[in-house]
């Protein structure tokens, strides 16, 4: 009989986010290791019967709570865990792997599961350092502290995103392994790449896809500052920004910068995921820019890994574990941002290559296989 394991997080399945597109992928890699993996997430929906919810998505058998809205709500999912316990009530489980959850209801969760011999893991994919002396900023920051630092140690395994917090657990003598976000190359949604290179041209389709906040995340707006110096510098080399997650009137409200009439620049606001990764797999380069924070470091981009698996190079700057995994030249180039003039010239070098030189990179792009789930199985054969 399969060992059961649950996934339990703040996750909006089947695909609503960067969240769901990690556990599928790592539930995956266990269900080839002979588990069966129940995914318990959320909805925006008000959930009247927990059990009731239950769909089945690619084999998978998804269970939702109600997301936290209401102070009840959120009182509830940082304190309880009423979904666990009506699983574990009708089902044999083996193991359960938190996602990024709160420390106080994780603690007393890892007690249950104490209890009742189940094994418990962490799936570890950010460290959050919140600016500012608001009260969230304050339970943000109190909330991380514990986790992180205490209770995450106390399990019985760590699934980190990034060699950074492998290293740090190891160091605590956390059993842990290293696993970046992962995806299923032989789905329909990665396997209908269009594989003939008749898109490219000698314009230079570049596109951004996310959420970069107001500069705390992605430097949407050194980007942008960056190819206008390289259009008033070279204005015969072709070249467009396609921005998908962000309107023109949100970002120079959010980035304090009127980018004025920029005709390279088009803002398409926000696109379903489907729809999202199409248009990567039109373009060249996606592209985005990180400082070297602490949340950065500790993360892991799946800008990355999912442009990679749509056949497009990346433009970035080496944070986290992209220099492990950036081949220049190959599946991208690495941006230099250590002085405006060294983002400039990195970026214009990269945007500047030739037609074939664009082919030849898609199509190595195409056959990176590095962040397919099989390539991690033997990974989680070493903690499961």
């Known amino acids: ?196 290179n008749s898109g490219i041209d000698c314009t230079t389709k570049l596109i951004y896809v996310g959420n970069p906040g107001a500069g705390t995340k992605d430097k949407l707006d050194l980007i942008i500052s960056t190819l206008k110096k390289i259009r008033s510098s070279h204005p015969s080399l072709k070249f467009h920004l396609n921005i998908i997650g962000m309107t023109k009137p949100l970002f120079e409200e959010a980035f304090k910068m009127d980018i004025g009439d920029s005709d390279f620049v088009f803002f398409l606001g926000r696109r379903p995921n489907n729809e999202s990764l199409e248009m990567i797999k039109q373009c060249d380069f996606s592209i985005f820019l990180r400082d070297a924070n602490l949340v950065c470091t500790a993360g892991f981009p799946t800008k990355f890994s999912e442009s990679i698996a749509c056949g497009t190079p990346v433009l970035t700057n080496l944070t986290s574990d992209i220099g492990n995994y950036l081949i220049g030249g190959k599946n991208g180039f690495e941006i230099d941002t250590t002085s405006f003039e060294s983002t400039c010239n990195s970026l214009y070098k990269a945007i500047s290559i030739s037609i074939e030189k664009k082919k030849e990179m898609k199509t190595y792009c195409l056959g990176d296989h590095s962040f397919d789930y099989h390539s991690f199985i033997e990974e989680f054969k070493k903690m499961f």
Request: aromatic share 14%; with cysteine.
């Open 1 to 196: 009989m399969k060992k059961n394991i649950i996934y339990y997080g703040n996750v909006f399945y089947p695909d609503k986010d960067a969240s769901a597109q990690r556990t599928i992928g790592n539930a995956k890699a266990l269900r080839e290791l002979g588990y069966n993996v129940i995914l318990i997430g959320c909805r925006n929906q008000e959930c009247s019967s927990f059990l009731e919810t239950k769909e089945i998505y690619e084999g998978f058998d998804i269970f939702y709570f109600t997301a936290p809205h209401t102070l009840r709500q959120w009182a509830d999912y940082l304190f309880g865990f009423k979904p666990l316990k009506e699983i574990i009530s009708i089902y044999d489980i083996d193991s359960i792997i938190l996602y990024n959850h709160p420390s106080l209801s994780s603690n007393r969760i890892r007690k249950m599961c104490s209890t009742k011999g189940i094994k418990l893991f962490a799936d570890c994919t950010e460290w959050y350092d919140p600016r500012g002396m608001s009260i969230h900023s304050i339970i943000k920051k109190a909330d991380t502290w514990y986790r992180m630092r205490h209770v995450n140690n106390k399990l019985d395994g760590i699934i980190a995103i990034s060699s950074y917090l492998q290293n740090y657990y190891r160091q605590n003598g956390c059993s842990t392994i290293c696993v970046p976000p992962l995806v299923d190359l032989s789905s329909d949604k990665w396997k209908n790449i269009h594989k003939n």
